[in-house]
T-cell receptor, first 114, second 112 residues
Framework: DSGVTQTPKHLITATGQRVTLRCSPR?????VYWYQQSLDQGLQFLIQ???????AKGNILERFSAQQFPDLHSELNLSSLELGDSALYFC?????????????FGPGTRLTVL | DQQVKQNSPSLSVQEGRISILNCDYT??????FLWYKKYPAEGPTFLIS?????DKNEDGRFTVFLNKSAKHLSLHIVPSQPGDSAVYFC???????????FGQGTELSVKP
């Protein structure tokens, strides 16, 4: 158990819908990261927050947005869902954004878009 | 553009022998490298890391070697155990950012 929690574990929804994925980082960690794992793309970085502020952005679609709240939990919002958004979404956390700060991953949310 | 590559999708090893997982990268700006292990239906679990200023880091049965001139790193597991059977991901980081860039993974199977 990494100490990072993600809810829900599974999510099944229809095209065009909007969903919210939630992540609670390990106690004491200020940085949160979101990754997407799809069959054809592997693990891809989406976005990073540090202490409430957006710090880095990867290949995140405009239909996707995220935020980190004052209690440090984070939410990833996915809207106008398409079939291709079906994937595993992982949250990770680290103490800070420094090079040597290890990222610890949550168990993931499996999103299925029908 | 795949900046981190794991060219072997799978590897099978006998219990007690050495497992060697390989990873190549193309970007010389990477400053830090990590290995993660992943079981089905779980998130990646951190194994071991190495800074670009070192060429070797060891932690118990796990050793990571870095050859900067060849842009190559490898993970050695000695001795291999059936519980090591999982998908292993190599990842790299730049100094300025926190994002990890992952390879495609290698599925290791350790047979009793």
């Amino acid at each position: 158990d990494s100490g990072v929690t993600q809810t829900p574990k599974h999510l099944i929804t229809a095209t065009g819908q909007r969903v919210t994925l939630r992540c609670s980082p390990r106690s004491g960690d200020l940085s949160v990261y979101w990754y997407q794992q799809s069959l054809d793309q592997g693990l891809q970085f989406l976005i990073q927050y540090y202490n409430g502020e957006e710090r880095a952005k990867g290949n995140i679609l405009e239909r996707f947005s995220a935020q980190q709240f004052p209690d440090l939990h984070s939410e990833l919002n996915l809207s106008s869902l398409e079939l291709g958004d079906s994937a595993l979404y992982f949250c990770a956390s680290s103490v800070g954004p420094s090079l040597a700060d290890t990222q610890y991953f949550g168990p993931g949310t499996r999103l299925t878009v029908l | 553009d795949q900046q981190v590559k794991q060219n072997s999708p799978s590897l099978s090893v006998q219990e007690g022998r050495i497992s060697i997982l390989n990873c190549d990268y193309t970007n010389s700006m990477f400053d830090y490298f990590l290995w993660y292990k992943k079981y089905p239906a779980e998130g990646p679990t951190f194994l071991i890391s190495i800074s670009s200023i070192k060429d070797k880091n060891e932690d118990g049965r796990f050793t990571v070697f870095l050859n900067k001139s060849a842009k190559h790193l490898s993970l050695h597991i000695v001795p291999s155990q059936p519980g090591d059977s999982a998908v292993y991901f190599c990842a790299a980081k730049y100094n300025q950012g926190g994002k990890l860039i992952f390879g495609q993974g290698t599925e290791l199977s350790v047979k009793p």
